[in-house]
């Protein structure tokens, strides 16, 4: 009722998440004859395709939209597919300019590190689905296997999966492998300032998915290449060989052979680094993102 009592303060509304905002977003367009605009992620999709009514109500809700605005080109094929939605436009996640000025300057003093440790970062929310069990696990491998190379590994984050996570670390006795929680902005700057590799082989789930995955491009600002699962929307966010490495989704000797392998290839590091924040300075900035939305809103 308060967005149809609104109607003359508003010339377009913008909403993310299908269900319910879309829904009322729907109703009040109806009444007020102002279009509406919905923001869709990965996680808001999966959901709707849940059963038969919420699929119903939400192509309804998808269909009637002015346009539906995907955070990649992989959901953007999703909803067309899914829903017979014609009006779309991709924008991507991208970093903020607070992260870019961070990043400026200590990228530009990253160099080719021989030395060891090799220091791996994941930052994320301590979910199943983000795969920080399976770095554990890659580690705990790469130990055995080659008892002189040496890694270190930050988790930045909190979330369901925080005691899993430190007993899997105590169970395997991990040297250097330490989680972190509510780390600040200038905290989690220097994590990224001092990691070589980002790492987040995160898990395929159709309902709480990786619709795309900023950190990566987070990770990209400060020169640092990624470690990434080869799955729609993600491949996106981390292109193969050019700014990290894709690998199969719960392949732990891929994860394995892709940690160390860039852990014994500092000048590939840096390539690939260079590589990710040049692209991230190029494409995915609030400027050139946002200006997609000009001719639509």
């Given at each position: ?123 994320s929310r301590l979910v199943p689905r983000k795969g920080h069990l399976r770095v554990l696990e ?160």
């Amino acid at each position: 009722m308060d967005l149809i009592q609104r109607r003359l303060t508003y010339e377009t509304l913008l909403i993310s998440h299908v269900l319910p905002l879309g829904t009322a977003a729907m109703l009040a367009g109806v009444c007020s004859h102002k279009p509406y605009v919905v923001l869709v992620h990965g996680m808001d999709i999966g959901l709707a395709k849940r059963n038969f009514l919420k699929r119903f109500v939400s192509g309804f809700v998808l269909r009637a939209a002015k346009c539906v605005v995907a955070n990649s080109r992989a959901l953007e094929r999703e909803v067309r597919d899914s829903f017979g939605v014609r009006r779309t436009l991709v924008v991507y996640p991208c970093v903020s300019e607070k992260t870019l000025s961070l990043s400026e300057a200590r990228s530009s003093h990253r160099e080719s590190r021989p030395f060891e440790p090799v220091t791996l970062l994941t930052v994320s929310r301590l979910v199943p689905r983000k795969g920080h069990l399976r770095v554990l696990e890659a580690i705990d491998g790469l130990r055995a296997r080659y008892p002189d190379l040496r890694i270190a590994y930050t988790i930045v984050g909190d979330g369901p999966m925080h005691a899993a996570i430190e007993n899997d670390i105590r169970e395997r006795a991990l040297p250097d492998v330490n989680v972190v929680m509510n780390a600040t902005d200038e905290e989690l700057a220097s994590f990224y300032s001092s990691a070589d590799i980002f790492v987040m082989p995160v898990i395929r789930d159709n309902t709480d998915r990786e619709g795309f995955g900023t950190v990566y491009l987070e990770a990209a600002a400060y020169g640092v290449p990624s470690i990434a699962t080869d799955m729609p929307g993600v491949d996106e966010a981390v292109i193969q060989g050019v700014t990290g490495i894709l690998i199969p989704d719960g392949d732990g000797g891929a994860l394995a052979d892709a940690i160390y392998r860039l852990a014994r290839d500092p000048a590939g590091r840096l390539e690939l680094g260079n590589a990710a924040r040049s692209r991230v300075v190029d494409q995915f900035t609030p400027k050139k993102q946002f200006l997609k939305l000009t001719d639509i809103m």
